[in-house]
């Protein structure tokens, strides 16, 4: 499988791609930016976010940062056009934002960054959602997680690719009621492993570049957490 992935990462790295990355400065976007960063199967990738990231003196020619403000897109077309792949890791909690702010980021910021890269020519989109996202649920997070998720299907991406990992196994910067205990148990479960209700969020973030490379079955696929984990040890890292 090893073999058989670098020969995949060969032969897309011969097509010259680019692509752009939501959510970097995240704990599932900054792995995936590192992902794509060593892996090296694009030509450009863009970091779109609203502030500029640091990396600590190290220079990456094939790197560009756009600074947006999420709550005037529009005025920021150009960013997203010309890229053949967008990746999406941006999220807030309700904690941190309230009710209103969560839906504007997890739904109306995605939502709105997927119509501009569609509309700039983008033809593969590769959204994190979660475990349980479903448009009519009675719980806030997942209902928002199921809207986005259909929202942007409609927008008919040639290769539309969702995400929904379970627990993510990371220490976070930033304190998320309710994850903490939930990290703690699965943690002590597996460290380096998926169960069915986590994963290491390595394993997603080298889920989500090896998935870029494989033949998708339909338009629209949706891996739920078993799925991810497998396609996360297939890099033989």
Not at 187 to 203: H, K, L
């Amino acid at each position: 499988m090893a073999e058989d992935m670098k020969t995949l990462e060969e032969n897309f790295r011969q097509r010259n791609r680019s692509c752009f990355l939501l959510g970097a400065s995240g704990e599932t976007g900054s792995l995936l930016l590192q992902e794509l960063l060593e892996r090296n199967i694009f030509s450009k990738i863009t970091i779109i976010g609203r502030r500029r990231l640091t990396f600590e003196g190290k220079a990456y020619e094939n790197l560009v940062q756009e600074v947006v403000d999420f709550e005037k897109l529009d005025d920021y077309a150009a960013a997203f056009q010309g890229h053949d792949v967008g990746y999406c890791c941006l999220g807030t909690t309700r904690a941190k934002a309230g009710a209103d702010g969560f839906f504007r980021v997890d739904h109306d910021y995605v939502l709105k960054s997927a119509e501009l890269a569609k509309a700039g020519g983008c033809s593969q989109f590769h959204l994190e959602s979660s475990r349980g996202a479903d448009k009519n649920s009675n719980f806030l997070y997942l209902k928002v997680k199921g809207q986005v998720e259909a929202d942007i299907e409609a927008l008919d991406f040639e290769r539309y690719s969702i995400y929904r990992p379970g627990v993510l196994l990371v220490d976070r910067r930033e304190s998320r009621p309710g994850e903490w205990l939930a990290r703690k148990f699965f943690g002590a479960v597996s460290a380096v492993c998926s169960t069915p209700m986590s994963i290491p969020i390595q394993v997603v973030a080298k889920a989500m570049v090896s998935n870029t490379l494989r033949q998708p079955e339909q338009k629209t696929e949706i891996l739920e957490n078993k799925a991810i984990g497998d396609l996360g040890k297939s890099t033989g890292k």
